[in-house]
């Protein structure tokens, strides 16, 4: 698996995007498969990662320990789209993404020495090294090259 590349996946047109990111090990010696949901996912009546509006229902998010709809979701792709990975146990964390009205990212000086990233409209985990690249080269240069 270490020349596993990003995948970004979507069986049909009406499915949501899949991302998957390649095994990283940690310091604490374990290795992780980042594996997620590019647009929100609507499962029988219940959404899983529905727009979320208020400060309080982000923290709500956040502050939960387990949704199941979503852990059964992911456990099914994985095993459709990578079935010789046998994982020796899971992890599921809660994110929450920016989008922006064009579907692009924002990547620009705000003032001098100073450049913001954002929206990345669920599409950017893959490309995030680059993009903090990006920013530093042009904090470094002074000048916006893209």
């Not at 899949?18 to 009546?45: A, M, N, Q, R, S």
């Not at 990212?105 to 705000?110: P, S, T, V």
Request: net charge positive; with cysteine.
């Amino acid at each position: 698996m270490q020349r596993f590349p990003s995948v970004i996946y979507k069986s049909s047109y009406n499915d949501p995007y899949i991302y998957i990111l390649p095994p990283i090990t940690y310091p604490d010696g374990k290795t992780y498969l980042k594996f997620g949901h590019v647009v929100y996912l609507k499962e029988d009546k219940e959404e899983i990662g529905k727009p979320l509006v208020t400060l309080d229902e982000v923290n709500a998010w956040y502050c939960q320990d387990d949704y199941p709809k979503a852990r059964e979701y992911f456990d099914r792709y994985l095993k459709k789209l990578l079935p010789f990975v046998a994982p020796k146990s899971g992890k599921l964390d809660f994110c929450v993404m920016a989008a922006t009205a064009s579907g692009k990212q924002l990547i620009g000086f705000a003032e001098d020495n100073f450049m913001v990233a954002c929206g990345g409209n669920g599409k950017s985990a893959k490309f995030g090294l680059e993009i903090g690249k990006i920013c530093a080269q042009g904090i470094l240069k002074g000048e916006w090259n893209y």
